[in-house]
C-alpha cells in the first residue's frame, strides 16, 4: 500500500526566499556562502528557488554565517519581530560600540537614550 504525501509544514519556496534575501542584506553572493560553507553555488541556488531543502546541520550552518537564527530562515513569527538592524554601517558601528570599555560603552548608551527621547523615537 503507498504511503500518503506528506503534508508541507513549510514551503521549500519560501524558506529559499527568506534565505536569498538574508543572504542578499547581509551582501554576500552564492558562490561566497558556497565556499564558506563548502559546497556548490549550484546547491545554494536550488535551496533559493525551492528545488531543494535544508538538513537541520545545514540550517544551524548557514545561520552562523549569516548571523541570524532558524526562525529567521524558516519564517516563524518571532523571526518578523528581530530589531537587528539590517543596515552594514550601523552593524558596523554596534560592533564598534561593543568593543568599548563599558563605561565608555554607558556613557554613549545613555546619550543615545537621551537623544532618542528627544526625537520621538522609543528607546
Known sequence: MPRPPKDVVL???KIGERLRALRVQRDLSQAALAATLNTKQANISD????ARGLTIQQLVKICRVLKTTPNAVLGEKDAEKSSA???RRLLRQMQQLQALPKRKRQALLTTLDEFLKGAGAAA
Open 11 to 13: 514551503s521549500p519556496v
Open 85 to 87: 538592524p539590517h543596515d
Open 47 to 50: 535551496i533559493e528557488r525551492g
